[in-house]
């Protein structure tokens, strides 16, 4: 028995001990739990069982092969049969492989997603709200929601730093590897030679928190209100309706100023410090389990150059895992899922090396 059916044998057990303990009228509380691990195992076990039953298919067909009673045409029909159970039975076992790889709680979240100019002056903040305008359009052609909770404008339009939440399922699990430095080689708008230039910005995404993820006491929290300036006609520079919240543990500090009112403003400035915290937390924990992180894609750093994108030859490159794509207009509109794909493939990779080495 290998190491896999042997797991795969223990978690089948489980499976039925949870189901005989649910059909035991259990309490709320215990019924609860219990049916959230049965919800969570429920579709493993089906893959589980489907393997299975694709083995005992193939075993069938190989004894028909090699037995020596099995007549002329009943072989020929197995033999043209067995590539199709063998590829049943490969997939599947891809899937059970996959579906026991520790999951990322936050996959299901939204997340915060922070754009800014890096190098490059006025072209890195066009650069950025190319990037930012790209998230958008990929946010809404899957049906979320995206929310602007701050930002400040480029000179020459884009954004010197803009921060947004995207809310819907399965958020983080998409966007969680754009975090770092995406670079950009094109002629300048402000480039009257003709000149190629190289500029950056920076992306990071973190995991929308939830109130039950991260307790902030109030007592902890210097709150300052200010005139909003900017855009907003009239409005600007008449109440103190902007927003800056310092959390004093960890110094950390937001603002917010795009709403009217101080208590929406509040509002989001709370979402942005929670989500903050969260990834705080969440690093520290990755780091006392630095075995676990080992098939991450990239670290994540917002030193890493993890992206380029080249005008001139309609180019796009993702250093990490050296894919190169030759559709850039169409990924500026948002055509981002063949590269996502590939880095969750490659990441799902990195994680079955790791847990079957």
Known sequence: MTKLDARLDALIDRFSIIEARLAGQPDTETFVRLSRDYAELEP?????RALRAAESELADVDGLIADAATDDEMRALAEAERPQVVARRDGLLQEVRLSLLPRDRADD??????VRAGTGGDEAALFAGDLFRMYQRYAEGRGWRTEVLSVSEGELGGFKEIIAAITGLGVYARFKFESGVHRVQRVPVTESSGRIHTSAATVAVLPEA????????????RVDTYRASGSGGQHVNTTDSAIRITHLPTGLAVACQEERSQHKNRAKAMKLLRARLYEMERQKVDSERAAERRGQVGSGDR?????????????????????????????MEGDLDEVIEALIADHQARLLSEAEA
């Open 44 to 48: 493993v076990v089906a893959r589980v």
């Open 109 to 114: 979240r939204g997340v915060i997603l922070e």
């Open 210 to 221: 939830e109130e039950v993820d991260i307790a902030i006491d109030e007592g902890d929290l």
């Open 303 to 331: 030193s890493e150059r993890i992206r380029t994108y080249n005008f001139p030859q309609g180019r796009l490159t993702d250093h990490r895992i050296n894919l190169t794509l030759y559709k850039l207009p169409q990924v």
